[in-house]
């Protein structure tokens, strides 16, 4: 069965502290995404991987950062994190070159910034 | 750059109702539209796309490309349809990078 996994699935953190929300998946898949849910807000891409190594901005990136060192594991961070940061975070992964358009996400990390 | 609306963000009906919910896209090519579902505590999942022309627990979706729309649709609504829509785009090509809509929450009541 298809699988992403964000190991962490609710953080309290204080502001400015530094926060890394991690994500692995076990489908292969080249292709990663980092989202934000907000309420009435939806969706909101922060930064995708197409590849090891590679890391693109998405429509929000700004306070944020992206690390892919392995094929199955990308990892979001917040280098200073600041209350208008808290939200749930969505990890996607999905087959490179599909012309499907199917998305695997993860459970979602709730992170709570004081 | 691409746009989804979803105008509303609340459709309540009765079980048995029929059910439309809204999505229209702004984008100058040829896009690929998407529904995805979120149920309450599970994972954002893909329901249909529009590309495959199919109908997925009951819904249908039909992409418009003179009025840039692709509205979901159910002629008779199950509680369990109770959930979270998200309308999506994706430029043609575009590796799954996903644009979507601020979503909606249906809510069938019995």
């Known amino acids: 069965d298809v699988k992403v996994t964000q190991s962490s699935r609710y953080l309290v953190k204080r502001t400015g502290e530094k926060v890394f929300l991690e994500c692995v998946q076990d489908?292969?898949?080249?292709?990663m995404f980092w989202y934000r849910q907000d309420p009435g807000l939806g969706l909101r891409l922060i930064y995708f991987?197409?590849?090891?190594?590679?890391?693109e901005k998405g429509d929000i990136p700004e306070g944020y950062s992206v690390s892919r060192e392995k094929k199955e594991r990308f990892s979001l961070i917040l280098e200073s994190a600041s209350t208008n940061q808290t939200s749930m975070y969505l990890c996607?992964?999905?087959?490179?070159?599909?012309?499907?358009?199917?998305?695997?996400f993860g459970e979602g990390s709730r992170l709570t910034v004081l | 750059a691409q746009r989804v609306t979803q105008p509303e963000k609340l459709l309540s009906v009765f079980k048995g109702a029929p059910v439309e919910l809204k999505c229209n896209y702004s984008?100058?090519?040829?896009?690929?539209l998407f529904w995805y579902v979120q149920y309450s505590r599970q994972r954002l999942q893909l329901l249909l796309r529009h590309i495959s022309r199919e109908s997925i627990k009951g819904f249908t979706a039909d992409l418009n490309k003179g009025e840039t729309s692709f509205h979901l649709k159910k002629p008779f609504a199950q509680e369990e349809d109770s959930a979270m829509y998200y309308c999506?785009?994706?430029?043609?090509?575009?590796?799954?990078?996903?644009?979507f809509g601020k979503g909606i929450t249906l809510s069938v009541r019995p």
């Open positions: 999506a785009l994706s430029p043609a090509g575009a590796n799954s990078k996903l644009t």
């Open positions: 489908m292969d898949h080249e292709n």
């Open positions: 996607a992964s999905s087959q490179q070159g599909a012309v499907t358009g199917e998305l695997f």
């Open positions: 991987s197409y590849d090891v190594k590679m890391k």
């Open positions: 984008y100058s090519g040829s896009p690929e």
